[in-house]
């Protein structure tokens, strides 16, 4: 996977130690993410494409290919359904 995610103006976040809330200011709605859902956002708010998060978990945790692409895709298909992310615009 090769897109990039950004994090919609409308969600704030807040880092604890180990994990993360989000706040959809749009709806009220709280969301809270685990210490490797946050991980991975934190990654996505720096920039990073979905292959580099792909490999910097393969590496990490060591952990097949196959499974951290199927984890990774359920997981931003759930951000992208709550509209706390959106694609980035290729220029």
Do not use: A, C, P, W
Request: charged residues 35%; hydrophobic residues 35%; positive net charge.
């Amino acid at each position: 996977m090769k897109d990039n995610y950004v994090i919609r103006k409308n969600v704030i976040v807040h880092n604890t130690e180990n994990e993360s809330v989000l706040l959809d200011m749009n709806t009220g709605k709280y969301y809270g993410l685990d210490f490797i859902g946050t991980e991975i956002f934190n990654l996505i708010q720096k920039g990073e494409e979905l292959r580099t998060i792909e490999e910097i978990f393969m590496l990490k945790y060591n952990l097949e290919k196959r499974q951290i692409e199927m984890d990774l895709e359920k997981f931003i298909n759930n951000l992208l359904k709550k509209k706390l992310i959106r694609r980035k615009k290729r220029v």
